[in-house]
């Protein structure tokens, strides 16, 4: 169940990137209405639409992750807006960095994480919001640093991870593709070998036969105990060979094969 379920979400990344911003804006929906109404910051249905708002690139993360990051961008405005920063738009960049650097070659990823923290770096420091005043823009620039480099750093780990998986599976993959190929020439130059010894077999035991066949017709009248004792070792000559050619085909005979049909027909 746990594997179907896996598939099935590998296979719809919308839908589950889609799940996911529904519910850091029903996370944010929660704080909202925890929070005193005097702290509230205006009108409720407003702050969750400027939510939802900076939410909607976290659904389109992986479908389309260069506009997704140019959308989060675009959003830097929602706080002189409101007077605060939605929790959305924060978690917003850390997950979009997160899914730049796990999903990305080294250079896009970096390129990604700048796009994205150095317009909040000089944001923050050019106009800070009422409650970030205090603080001082070296900290502010101190905080958003550490946060983007975390993000960064597991996201590359991620990569990195997947991509020695992926070289593990690859070299799993053509060791058993060789491991096969080798197998399979072992028991084709067995089975040549086989075929070699039954035709050496048989092409002796049908020479004896013949020259017993000859020597028995031309002695059938002169001495007939003669001919029938060549006809006697005809006959097991026969039997012989009909035992060597079951023993061999039993060996060249693989198991989805019915030993009926590899068998000699009775004489």
Known sequence: MTDRLRAWARHRPLAIDGCFAFALVLVEAVFLLLTPRELRPGQLSAALAWSALCAA???VRRVAPWPAVGAAVAT???PVLLGH???TQGVTFVVLTYTMAAHRPLRPATLAALLLWAPVALANAIA???GMLDM????LLLNN???A???YAVGRAVHARRQSTQALRERARVAEANQRSLTEQAVADERRRIARELHDVVAHHVSVMGVLATGARRVLRRDPDAADGAIAT????SRATLREMRRLLDVLRTDAEPAAELAPSPA
């Open 145 to 147: 640093l550490l946060t």
């Open 128 to 130: 800070p919001l009422d």
């Open 149 to 151: 480099s975390v993000a």
């Open 136 to 139: 001082g823009p070296a900290y």
């Open 57 to 59: 690139p976290v659904a």
């Open 76 to 78: 830097l405005g929602v």
């Open 85 to 87: 920063a939605p929790t």
């Open 234 to 237: 005809i006959e097991e000559t």
